[in-house]
């Protein structure tokens, strides 16, 4: 039986994942691939503690060359994460002709085209599954079996933590600074929340499912991101009285060869499969021309879910491995020479519906004026609620139709400078309109 | 460019969804697999319909041999359907050395060994997505990314005519008998319905399923079958109350090296995703030891989504082609030789929830008469409900917990001889303990 060895770059949770998944299922791959994996060697700057997991028979060391230079290590999975030195590590693997596997969305959303130059250049394989929806086997669908479709628009909820709050806000009507607090004792959301609550993570992601559906590089200083943090609660609950749920979604759409790429919260109608995504989970939703809208739902992190996405992508290699081949399909699944550079849209010029709340103070003729602004730069309004409260400053919730996010900003700048209004307005941009 | 020459077997709804794709996604194709595909042939009985696509450049013929005999063409598509003359020619085309994509469930649930071994001996492939779920790319990711989890449950809504059937039950509570006449007329079910209402197709599909998830072969008469015929507005709305949803399941579980196979209407929580998978569309969703539940949803059926699935076998052909490899991953994602024969469970031994409803007459005492017994066998209720009629007959509807299959059915044989029993009763088993 071939015998395929692999070396580990970060032995984290993932990694750890990853060690328990060879030890327990190393016999079931052999029955699938007629490979025998085993992992030689593991390194990482702490090798003493303990990670609840067995390394009997793999070597550990704290210096990585002893992977990147081992010549029987064909298969390198790098689970450092972040930049660097994870760059410069999976260089190393490929120019030294090892196939490299990898969680690292961010290394691959900024430093993408060199590692991907690189793997060609060298005839090795770059595999990446695990750095989208975790477990979620989506990249190799997008990259395979629904191949054959020109894709329309991505949907994603791709970060558990920003799921898990906007899912607690929403079921118990709690403020975001409460749940994070919360998140982050239960272990849902980093000590630095920064790059899930900030939107940064899903950007990451966005931008690899943006290259594989589109074929297309992506600068990731393109992608519009907002983040979590100026949800309210108060939001949420106007969302759910218009019958809507506010999820954070990566959002890519092609659109007359330009591309939608932005992240930011938003209002989708609880019917829909994607409101019922709660909690940690993720889901992926794409629209092809033939397969028409699919989605895939399962863990989008953890170190179960991760290693079955990475072990899957071993997988992937061990059966070429197998036939004797390399890149049978290249990273991001077009012929390398075929990925282009489609333009990004433009902010302003996207078209939407949008959920806007503006704080007036209680006085007549306020929502005539505000109106009358919205009407002057072409807004459409598709319903409006004026709540009454018992202090003097009201808030005003309006729906509109489909407007240009440049002229709602024009517009909400305006408004926002009337002596009536209390405080800065906010929007959210509505997704209602799915096929 | 390398060119690929396909000849399609069967013009029918499919058919013409593989020609309009082939037509408007070849040199999409072509960038991701540098290789150009060709519709050389397409052979039906009938070629002189119009199907409302081009036939242009395309040789159309009433002789299956032009396509199964022509040294040109590598790749046939068969969407004859059925189980002959498709045999016949899936085996022909093999002998001759061209590799086979099909959608036809049935053929390979029956003869999928005899294929799978002459494929073997040919070297050649024989791939199957479009066969399970229309244009939802289970099987591949099955045997793909997810290959390195040991699975314990599969969960199917896989007959798209079943599910818009219960859909428009539940949606408007009526009776099945209107609802299938309705949904012949609007074209969602066959003249012939039989295969579809009464789980045969969904059997099928099962079985595939098992062979993918387990690496076991399936003796399809191993397979408990019931439809949805007998499921009444009744118990739909009983479900509704208790906060349920009935779908037609196609289940399999792995319990003790013995394997559940069961295809029949089931009550599903109405806040899991799978209920919320309505009308047409299907889902998929399986419990791997790593990478958790994981859900794939989308179209099960249709010209464009089904051809998505069809060409995407094609696309890994096209690679495979390119690499110049065959068979790099052999048709149930296992090695040949570890493709065993796992135990079906005797559908008496299975253990579920049960949703049963009795029809009895309304006498002092009928409750206790029930409860006795279903106890006597050691069948404990979870709750029960007697809803008070005009009539003399009252429905008594009963949960259980978790009880043996041949337990309830020993106890409904004892209470329907009851002379306070006015009719049969019915039950239906309940999945709502998921992962």
Same mark, same amino acid.
């Given at each position: 039986?071939?015998?395929?060895?692999?070396?580990?770059?970060?032995?984290?949770?993932?990694?750890?994942g990853?060690v328990?998944?060879?030890?327990?299922?190393s016999?079931?791959? *052999? /029955?699938?691939t007629?490979?025998?994996?085993?992992?030689?060697?593991?390194?990482d700057?702490?090798?003493?503690?303990?990670?609840?997991?067995?390394?009997?028979?793999?070597? +550990?060391?704290? !210096?990585?060359?002893? =992977?990147?230079?081992?010549?029987e290590?064909?298969?390198?999975?790098?689970?450092?994460?972040?930049?660097?030195?994870?760059?410069?590590?999976?260089?190393k693997?490929?120019a030294n002709?090892?196939?490299?596997?990898?969680a !690292?969305?961010a290394?691959?959303?900024?430093?993408?085209?060199?590692?991907?130059a690189?793997a060609?250049?060298?005839?090795? /394989?770059?595999?990446?599954?695990?750095?989208?929806?975790?477990?979620?086997p989506?990249?190799s669908?997008?990259?395979? !079996?629904?191949?054959?479709?020109r894709?329309?628009?991505? +949907?994603?909820?791709?970060?558990?933590?920003? !799921?898990?709050?906007?899912?607690?806000?929403?079921?118990?009507?709690?403020?975001?600074?409460?749940?994070?607090?919360?998140?982050?004792?239960?272990g849902?959301?980093?000590?630095?929340?920064?790059?899930?609550?900030?939107g940064?993570?899903t950007?990451?992601?966005?931008?690899?499912?943006?290259?594989?559906?589109?074929?297309?590089?992506?600068?990731l200083?393109?992608?519009?991101?907002?983040g979590i943090?100026?949800?309210? $609660?108060?939001d949420?609950?106007?969302a759910?009285?218009?019958?809507?749920r506010?999820?954070?979604?990566?959002?890519?759409?092609?659109?007359?060869g330009?591309?939608?790429?932005?992240?930011?919260?938003?209002?989708?109608p609880?019917?829909?499969?994607?409101? &019922?995504?709660?909690?940690?989970?993720?889901?992926?939703r794409l629209?092809?021309d033939?397969?028409?809208?699919?989605m895939?739902?399962?863990?989008?992190?953890?170190?179960?879910a991760?290693?079955?996405?990475?072990?899957?992508?071993?997988?992937?290699l061990?059966?070429?491995?197998?036939?004797?081949?390399?890149?049978?399909?290249?990273?991001?699944?077009?012929?390398?020479?075929?990925v282009?550079?489609?333009a990004?849209k433009?902010?302003? /010029?996207?078209? *939407?519906?949008?959920?806007?709340?503006f704080?007036?103070?209680?006085?007549?003729?306020? +929502?005539?004026?505000?109106?009358?602004s919205?009407g002057?730069?072409?807004? *459409?309004?598709?319903?409006?609620?004026?709540s009454?409260?018992?202090? &003097?400053i009201?808030?005003? =919730?309006i729906?509109?139709?489909?407007?240009?996010?440049? &002229?709602?900003?024009?517009? +909400?700048?305006e408004?926002?400078?009337?002596?009536v209004i209390? $405080?800065?307005?906010?929007?959210?941009?509505? /997704?209602?309109?799915?096929?």
């Amino acid at each position: 039986m071939k015998q395929i060895k692999i070396g580990l770059l970060g032995f984290g949770t993932i990694g750890a994942g990853v060690v328990k998944l060879l030890k327990e299922n190393s016999s079931l791959i *052999s /029955e699938k691939t007629g490979a025998q994996l085993s992992l030689k060697t593991i390194a990482d700057l702490d090798i003493t503690t303990d990670r609840g997991v067995s390394t009997d028979g793999i070597k +550990l060391t704290t !210096n990585a060359d002893e =992977v990147l230079s081992d010549p029987e290590i064909s298969v390198v999975i790098e689970l450092i994460g972040g930049y660097e030195p994870a760059r410069t590590f999976a260089l190393k693997a490929i120019a030294n002709g090892k196939h490299v596997v990898t969680a !690292n969305k961010a290394l691959l959303a900024v430093h993408g085209q060199e590692i991907y130059a690189a793997a060609k250049a060298s005839g090795v /394989e770059v595999l990446f599954e695990a750095a989208v929806g975790g477990g979620i086997p989506v990249l190799s669908a997008i990259k395979g !079996n629904m191949a054959a479709n020109r894709f329309s628009t991505v +949907l994603g909820i791709v970060n558990g933590t920003c !799921n898990y709050i906007l899912t607690r806000m929403t079921q118990e009507g709690a403020d975001f600074t409460e749940v994070l607090k919360s998140a982050q004792e239960f272990g849902y959301a980093e000590a630095d929340p920064t790059f899930d609550i900030e939107g940064v993570d899903t950007a990451h992601k966005l931008c690899l499912l943006l290259s594989l559906c589109f074929g297309t590089k992506v600068d990731l200083k393109d992608i519009y991101c907002e983040g979590i943090t100026s949800v309210s $609660a108060e939001d949420v609950d106007f969302a759910k009285s218009f019958g809507y749920r506010i999820k954070l979604l990566a959002i890519g759409k092609m659109d007359d060869g330009q591309i939608e790429a932005r992240v930011h919260p938003t209002m989708i109608p609880s019917d829909y499969p994607l409101a &019922d995504v709660h909690g940690v989970f993720n889901a992926i939703r794409l629209t092809g021309d033939f397969v028409g809208p699919v989605m895939f739902y399962g863990r989008g992190a953890g170190m179960d879910a991760t290693a079955s996405a990475v072990i899957g992508d071993v997988v992937d290699l061990c059966r070429n491995m197998g036939a004797g081949i390399s890149r049978r399909c290249a990273p991001l699944g077009y012929v390398d020479e075929k990925v282009g550079t489609l333009a990004i849209k433009p902010m302003g /010029e996207i078209v *939407s519906k949008y959920y806007i709340r503006f704080q007036a103070f209680d006085r007549p003729g306020v +929502l005539a004026r505000i109106a009358g602004s919205l009407g002057a730069h072409g807004i *459409s309004i598709a319903s409006m609620v004026q709540s009454a409260r018992s202090t &003097d400053i009201v808030p005003i =919730v309006i729906m509109t139709h489909e407007a240009r996010e440049e &002229d709602i900003r024009t517009a +909400l700048g305006e408004i926002d400078a009337f002596d009536v209004i209390r $405080a800065k307005s906010t929007f959210i941009r509505i /997704e209602d309109n799915l096929e």
